[in-house]
C-alpha cells in the first residue's frame, strides 16, 4: 500500500511482448474451446459443469494475464482484478446458498 | 503562508472569479466548480424531497389519514426515498465535498479525470430529470424498494421511466467513484504517503470502493425489472418460475452498502472535524482508516438481513445476521476511537464541532438499534415497522446529514471564501439536533408498539407520538431552511475568510480561500503526519517571523 | 518542481494540464480503465447470479432449453471473437512498436472478426424467432419444464443481447481508433485510446468464454 507517489517510473511505458506468446496464447485458447466442446459430450455426471468452469477460467485467465498485460502490469492492477473476481464469487456464492440451504430447515407447522 | 491575510479588496484570481457566465459554469472541468454545481443540485433535490417528507407526516396527523388518498400516500413516501437516497444521499458528501476536497487533500490539480468529473454531473441531472418526469407523470407507488411482482407487473408504468432515471444516477455514482480511486492512487503530491492522507480521503476510498462494486448490480436489476415491465416476461416473473426473492437478493447487494456510501463520507469529516477541533491528531490513526476499508468489505456480506422475513432460507438469515452484528465492530471503532480523541484534547464549540458531537450520539442510537434489527428473532417482531423507519433515519439523517452539514460549515470558508454568521449557525445547530430527536425518537416507540410503516392510516392510540414526530418535523424543516439561507447570506455579506480559519492541518488549508482554479501556487511537499498540530504551529510561528523581518528589514 | 513540469508540458504532446507527466497520466487511465471493466465485470455478475441460482433450481429445464442452441454456431463463434481478440492484442503491439500500416491493418481484422460474430450472432437469433423461442406469448415448448425453458431464454437473450450490445459499442470505438490512426494521432509514446480500448475488447471476449459453455453446453452427452 505504500507504492512512490507521482513518479512510478517502472510501469510507465508499454511491455512489448514477444509475438510468438501471443500466438502460444491463441493456440492454447482454441485447444481449450475445442477441448470444452468435446468434454460436454462425454458423460461426466456431476463433473460436466466444472470441467467446463475449470476451461473457462482458464481461458480467461490467459487473456487476462497475456492480452490485457496484467503479467506485466503494476501490482494495483492486479490487486483490482482479484478483488473483482472475489465479489463477483462473494455475490454469486452468498445468492446461491440461501438457495441450496432453503429446504436444510423447515419451517414450524403452526406457521404454514 | 497559512497566515498570510488577504484585505477584503484584494483582487486576487481565485476559481470563483476566473470565468464568468453561464457556459464557464455549465462546461467546467474545474472539479471545485463541478462541485458547486452539484451543491446546487443536491439542495434542490433536497428541498423536493423535503417537500413528500411534509406530505407524509401532515398525513399522518390524524389517525384517519384524512390528508392524502392511500394511493397519493404511496407516492409521496415512495418518491420522498428515491429522490432522498439516489439524488441528494449518494451524491451529497461525495460529490459536494469529496469532489471539492480530494484533488485539494492529495495535493493535486485535479481530479484524474476531469471531463468524466463533468459528464458525472450531467449524468446525475438527466437521471434527476427522469425521476422528477415520473413524479410529474403520476409517480411511482412501489416504494424506493421496487419489489416485485408488485413492480413489474402490477404498478402502473413509470416505474420504468424511475427506474432508468436511477440507473443513469448510478453511472454518475460510479463515475464519480472511479474518479477519486484513480486520484487518490496515483495524483498524490510528493511525501503524501498512504498514511499521511488525511481520514476524510480514506473514507472516501473506501466508498468509492463501494460504487464500483455495488452500483453495477443495482444497474443490472434496474434494467431488468424494466424489460420486465416492458416484455411483460422477465427472469422475476413467478409464472415461468421466476423468484421474486432474487430481486430482494439483488437489491440489497447494492442498497446495503449504498447505506455505506452514505456514512462512510460522514464518518470521514467527522474524523476531520474531532481532530481539529481537538487540536490533536486522532486517537488509532490506522484504526480509524482501516475501519473505513473494513466497513467497507463486510457492507457486502450483510445484505440478507432484509430478507430476514421475505422466505429466505433460515440457515442464510442465521449467517447474515451474525455477519450483520460484525459491522458493528469497525463502526464501534470509530466512535471510541473519536471519543478518545476528545480526552485531554482541547475542544472549541464551533458550528461544525456542534454537528459532529450532533453526529456522534446519533449515529450510536441509530448503530445500537441496527443490532436489535440485525438480531433474526427480534427483526421477525419489529421488520416493516416504525422502528426500521427511525433506525435508518437515525442513521440517513442523524448520521449522514449532520455529517454533511458539519462538513459544510467546516468548509464553507475554503469553498467561498466568506465566513458565515456563527450565532445563528450554533441555533440552526440545536433547532435540527431537537428537531430531529423529537421527529424520529417517538418513531422507535411507535414502531416497537408494532405500528407498521407505509401506511397511510393508523390506530388511534398512536396518534400522540405521530403529533409529536410531525411536530418535531416541522422544527427540522426550519432547521435546515436556516442555514441556507445564512449561507446565501453570507456569499455576499459574510467577513472574509483567511486561509485557514480554524487552524486545522491538511493541505487544502494551505491555499487560499477560494483556492486558485490550479488549487496550489506551487505542488505541495508533505513532510509530516496528518493532523500534526505542533508542526502546524512551528510553520505559522516561522511565517510570522518571516513576515516581521520583510516588514522591519 | 514548478519549472520542471512546465517543461514537461510544453515538450509532451497530449499530456494534460494537471498531470505531472506522462506516466502518472498514463498509469492513471490504465488504472481507470481497469475500475471500469471492474464495474462490468459486477454488470454481467448479476446476470451469472441470476442465471446460477435457476440453474440450480431447475436443472431438467437448463438442460432441454440449452439443447435447442446450435453448438456448431456458438463454437464458430467463440473461435471468431478469440481471434478478434489476438488482432487486437497485435494491433496494441503495433501501436507500441509504431508500426502504423500493421496497426490499421489489424484493427480494421478485429473490426471484421467482430461483425462476423455479430452476423453469426443475428443468424442464432433469427433461427430462435423461427422456431418460436423468443419470450412471451408466443413461446413453444412441451413437457413439464415448458415455463421454466422460457426462463433459460429469458437469460439467453438477456445475457448474449448485453454481450452483443458491448459488441456494437466496440464497433464503434474501432472505427473511431482506425480513423484516428489513419490520422497519424499514436505515436509508440502515446497510444492511450488503443491501449485502453483492447482493455475493453478483452474483456468482451472473456463474458463470452463463459457464456459459451454455459449457454451452449448443457448436458450434451445426454442429448
Redesign the interface.
Known amino acids: 500500500m505504500s507504492e512512490p507517489t507521482?513518479?512510478?517510473?517502472s510501469?510507465?511505458?508499454?511491455h512489448?511482448?514477444p509475438?510468438k506468446v501471443?500466438?502460444a496464447?491463441?493456440a492454447a485458447?482454441?485447444v481449450l474451446?475445442?477441448t470444452?466442446?468435446c468434454v460436454?459430450?462425454?458423460?461426466?455426471d456431476w463433473l460436466?459443469l466444472p470441467v467446463?468452469?475449470a476451461?473457462?477460467i482458464t481461458?480467461?485467465t490467459l487473456?487476462?494475464l497475456?492480452?490485457?498485460h496484467v503479467k506485466y502490469?503494476?501490482h494495483?492492477?492486479k490487486v483490482?482484478?482479484v478483488?473483482?473476481?472475489l465479489?463477483?464469487i462473494i455475490?454469486?456464492g452468498i445468492?446461491?446458498s440461501d438457495?441450496?440451504t432453503r429446504g436444510w430447515i423447515s419451517v414450524p407447522r403452526g406457521w404454514q | 503562508m497559512s497566515t498570510s491575510n488577504p484585505s477584503p479588496n484584494d483582487r486576487r484570481q481565485h476559481y470563483l472569479n476566473a470565468a464568468y457566465g453561464l457556459r464557464s459554469w455549465l462546461l467546467t472541468v474545474d472539479h471545485k466548480r463541478i462541485a458547486l454545481l452539484y451543491l446546487g443540485s443536491i439542495t434542490f433535490f433536497f428541498f423536493i424531497g423535503g417537500s413528500f417528507a411534509v406530505m407524509i407526516r401532515m398525513n399522518l396527523l390524524t389517525p384517519d389519514g384524512s390528508f392524502l388518498q392511500a394511493e397519493t400516500y404511496n407516492k409521496f413516501f415512495t418518491m420522498h426515498g428515491l429522490v432522498m437516497i439516489f439524488f441528494f444521499l449518494i451524491p451529497s458528501i461525495p460529490a459536494v465535498l469529496g469532489n471539492f476536497l480530494i484533488p485539494m487533500m492529495v495535493g493535486?490539480?485535479?481530479?484524474?479525470?476531469?471531463r468524466?468529473n463533468l459528464l458525472s454531473w450531467y449524468l446525475y441531472i438527466i437521471g434527476g430529470v427522469m425521476a422528477l418526469s415520473a413524479a410529474a407523470l403520476g409517480g411511482v407507488d412501489t416504494g424506493w424498494t421496487f419489489y416485485t411482482p408488485y413492480s413489474s407487473t402490477y404498478s402502473n408504468g413509470n416505474v420504468v421511466i424511475m427506474g432508468v432515471g436511477a440507473f443513469v444516477a448510478g453511472f454518475s455514482s460510479?463515475l464519480t467513484g472511479?474518479?477519486f480511486?484513480?486520484?487518490i492512487?496515483?495524483?498524490r503530491c510528493?511525501g503524501l504517503t498512504w498514511f499521511r492522507l488525511p481520514l476524510f480521503v480514506w473514507a472516501m476510498y473506501a466508498t468509492s470502493v463501494i460504487q464500483?462494486?455495488?452500483?453495477?448490480?443495482i444497474?443490472?436489476?434496474l434494467l431488468?425489472l424494466a424489460?420486465e415491465r416492458i416484455?411483460?416476461?422477465?427472469?422475476f416473473d413467478p409464472?415461468?418460475?421466476?423468484?421474486p426473492v432474487?430481486f430482494q437478493?439483488?437489491f440489497w447487494f447494492y442498497s446495503h452498502p449504498a447505506v455505506y456510501i452514505m456514512i462512510l463520507p460522514a464518518m470521514g469529516v467527522i474524523s476531520e472535524l474531532v481532530a481539529t477541533f481537538s487540536r490533536k491528531r486522532i486517537f488509532g490513526y490506522n484504526l480509524v482508516a482501516f475501519s473505513s476499508v473494513a466497513i467497507a468489505m463486510l457492507s457486502f456480506l450483510v445484505w440478507g438481513h432484509h430478507l430476514f422475513v421475505s422466505g429466505q432460507s433460515i440457515y442464510a438469515g442465521l449467517v447474515f445476521s451474525v455477519l450483520s452484528f460484525m459491522v458493528a465492530i469497525p463502526s464501534a471503532i470509530k466512535v471510541f476511537n473519536w471519543t478518545a480523541t476528545f480526552y485531554r484534547g482541547s475542544i472549541s464549540y464551533d458550528t461544525p464541532m456542534m454537528y459532529c458531537f450532533g453526529f456522534i450520539g446519533l449515529f450510536t442510537m441509530g448503530g445500537v438499534t441496527g443490532l436489535l434489527l440485525a438480531s433474526l428473532a427480534v427483526d421477525v417482531h419489529l421488520h416493516d415497522t416504525y422502528f426500521v423507519i427511525a433506525h435508518f433515519h437515525y442513521i440517513m439523517v442523524g448520521g449522514a446529514v449532520m455529517g454533511y452539514l458539519g462538513g459544510m460549515h467546516f468548509w464553507w470558508p475554503k469553498i467561498t471564501g466568506r465566513m458565515y454568521p456563527e450565532i445563528w449557525a450554533r441555533f440552526a445547530a440545536v433547532i435540527i439536533f431537537v428537531g430531529f430527536n423529537l421527529t424520529f425518537f417517538p418513531q422507535f416507540m411507535l414502531g416497537y408498539l408494532g405500528m407498521p410503516r407505509r401506511y397511510h392510516a393508523y390506530p388511534a392510540e398512536f396518534q400522540v407520538l405521530n403529533v409529536m414526530s410531525t411536530a418535531g418535523a416541522s422544527i427540522l424543516g426550519l432547521g435546515y431552511l436556516i442555514p441556507m439561507i445564512y449561507f446565501i447570506w453570507s456569499m455576499r455579506y459574510g467577513k472574509p475568510a483567511p486561509p485557514n480559519p480554524w487552524g486545522a492541518t491538511g493541505l487544502e488549508w494551505r491555499t487560499p480561500s477560494p483556492p486558485p482554479t490550479?488549487n496550489f501556487e506551487?505542488?505541495p511537499?508533505v513532510t509530516e503526519e496528518a493532523y500534526d498540530f505542533e508542526a502546524l504551529a512551528r510553520r505559522d510561528a516561522a511565517a510570522l517571523r518571516n513576515e516581521g523581518e520583510l516588514q522591519n528589514g | 518542481?514548478?519549472d520542471h513540469?512546465a517543461a514537461a508540458h510544453a515538450h509532451t504532446p497530449g499530456l494534460r494540464?494537471?498531470?505531472?507527466?506522462?506516466?502518472?497520466q498514463?498509469?492513471?487511465a490504465?488504472?481507470?480503465m481497469?475500475?471500469?471493466?471492474?464495474?462490468?465485470?459486477?454488470?454481467?455478475?448479476?446476470?451469472?447470479?441470476?442465471y446460477?441460482?435457476?440453474r440450480?433450481?431447475?436443472p431438467e429445464?437448463w438442460r432441454l432449453a440449452s439443447h435447442h442452441l446450435d453448438?456448431a454456431l456458438g463454437?464458430i463463434n467463440?473461435?471468431v471473437l478469440?481471434?478478434s481478440?489476438?488482432t487486437?492484442?497485435?494491433a496494441?503491439?503495433s501501436a507500441?512498436?509504431g508500426k502504423k500500416q500493421l496497426l490499421i491493418l489489424f484493427l480494421i481484422a478485429t473490426l471484421v472478426f467482430g461483425l462476423v460474430f455479430l452476423g453469426i450472432k443475428a443468424k442464432e437469433y433469427h433461427d430462435k424467432f423461427e422456431h418460436h423461442l423468443i419470450?412471451?406469448t408466443t413461446f413453444e415448448a412441451e413437457g413439464p419444464w415448458a415455463?421454466?425453458e422460457?426462463?433459460f431464454y429469458?437469460?439467453y437473450f438477456?445475457m448474449t443481447g448485453m454481450h452483443a450490445l458491448h459488441m456494437i459499442i466496440g464497433m464503434v470505438g474501432l472505427l473511431i481508433l482506425i480513423r484516428m490512426s489513419m490520422n497519424n494521432k499514436f505515436s509508440?509514446?502515446y497510444h492511450p485510446h488503443i491501449?485502453l480500448f483492447?482493455?475493453y475488447w478483452?474483456?468482451v471476449?472473456?463474458v463470452w468464454?463463459?457464456l459459451?459453455?454455459?449457454l451452449y453446453?448443457i448436458?450434451?452427452?445426454?442429448a
Request: aromatic share 14%; charged share 10%; hydrophobic share 55%.
Open positions: 507521482h513518479h512510478e517510473k510501469h510507465g511505458s508499454q512489448i511482448v509475438l501471443y500466438f496464447v491463441f485458447l482454441m474451446t475445442a470444452t466442446v460436454a459430450y462425454v458423460n461426466l460436466n467446463a468452469l476451461i473457462a481461458k480467461a487473456v487476462i497475456f492480452f490485457m502490469s503494476g494495483m492492477v483490482y482484478v478483488a473483482g473476481v465479489f463477483l455475490m454469486i445468492t446461491l438457495y441450496m | 493535486a490539480k485535479d481530479l484524474a479525470f476531469p468524466l460510479i472511479l474518479n480511486i484513480v486520484t492512487h496515483k495524483m510528493p464500483i462494486l455495488g452500483t453495477p448490480v444497474a443490472i436489476t431488468l424489460a416484455f411483460h416476461v422477465g427472469i409464472r415461468i418460475g421466476g423468484d432474487l437478493h439483488f490550479e506551487e505542488i511537499v | 518542481m514548478a513540469a494540464h494537471h498531470f505531472v507527466d506522462m506516466d502518472q498514463r498509469e492513471s490504465r488504472l481507470g481497469w475500475l471500469f471493466l471492474l464495474t462490468e465485470i459486477m454488470f454481467f455478475g448479476g446476470l451469472f447470479t441470476g446460477a441460482i435457476y440450480f433450481s431447475y429445464a453448438v463454437a467463440t473461435g478469440i481471434l481478440s489476438l487486437m492484442a497485435l496494441v503491439r507500441a512498436t419470450p412471451g415455463h421454466q422460457m426462463l429469458c437469460f438477456a509508440p509514446e491501449e483492447g482493455l478483452h474483456f471476449d472473456i468464454i463463459f459459451f459453455p454455459l453446453l448436458g450434451r452427452h445426454a
